[in-house]
């Protein structure tokens, strides 16, 4: 069963725009994580972020969360084609990882 | 290099012939785990494990069987495979069985005819 559903399922942008994804989810959490799927391939973890947490950055990416309201941002700024990817949301549910179904972004030159 | 390595990377096969995809981590990682990826349905766990010998079931079931007989391994086996197993497989692998960060492989798509 799903636990976090992605928005927008999908998002076409020009390099240099930023690209905004959300993530809700239903049920409380210990941490979320992001992952980016190229076409086919296996998936990578791009950051976590815990419950007691509200922001969080790694390069150009910045992840929000707000535990009031059950939903998490993923905010990749200055986008390039390479960034072009599926991006997924997931939370634990006890020994599994939860898996949305993802934002489709593509990002043109 | 640290990786997870599923193989074979594409197999189309027919019904009913016993099929295992293989997967190997060189992390030590405690912990590996199958997922499924359809189309409109996402990634969906089918077993996963904890350690050495211990195995349990994810959301899908139904049709595989896995064993941990080592560490590094973690064998997909279906042993009567029908169409409705028409998917891309990830095996994923985490160095800790809670806090699970997933290390995945490159996939396994596999058609059955």
């Known amino acids: 069963s799903q636990q976090g559903e992605e928005d927008p399922q999908a998002l076409s942008i020009q390099e240099g725009e930023n690209a905004t994804m959300n993530c809700s989810y239903k049920?409380?959490?210990?941490?979320l994580q992001w992952y980016r799927q190229n076409s086919g391939r296996g998936l990578v973890h791009l950051i976590l972020?815990?419950?007691?947490?509200r922001e969080k950055h790694s390069g150009r990416l910045r992840v929000t969360l707000d535990t009031s309201k059950k939903s998490s941002s993923l905010l990749i700024t200055a986008s390039r084609a390479a960034d072009t990817a599926s991006y997924f949301c997931?939370?634990?549910?006890?020994?599994?990882?939860?898996f949305g179904k993802g934002t489709t972004l593509s990002v043109s030159s | 290099e640290a990786q997870v390595t599923q193989n074979p990377r594409y197999l189309i096969t027919v019904t009913g012939k016993k099929l295992t995809v293989t997967c190997s981590q060189n992390?030590?990682?405690?912990?590996m785990s199958w997922y499924r990826q359809d189309p409109g349905l996402g990634l969906r766990q089918i077993y996963y494990?904890?350690?050495?010998?211990?195995?349990d079931k994810g959301d899908v079931p139904e049709g595989y069987k896995v064993s941990r007989k080592e560490k590094r391994n973690f064998p997909l086996i279906l042993e009567s495979p029908s169409p409705n197993q028409t998917s891309l497989y990830f095996c994923?692998?985490?160095?800790?069985?809670?806090?699970?960060?997933?290390?995945f492989g490159e996939g396994s798509r596999l058609t059955v005819l």
């Open positions: 994923a692998s985490s160095p800790r069985t809670s806090g699970l960060e997933l290390f």
């Open positions: 049920t409380s959490i210990n941490n």
């Open positions: 972020i815990r419950s007691n947490e």
């Open positions: 997931a939370t634990e549910r006890g020994t599994a990882l939860i």
């Open positions: 992390m030590n990682h405690e912990y």
């Open positions: 494990s904890m350690n050495v010998e211990v195995t």
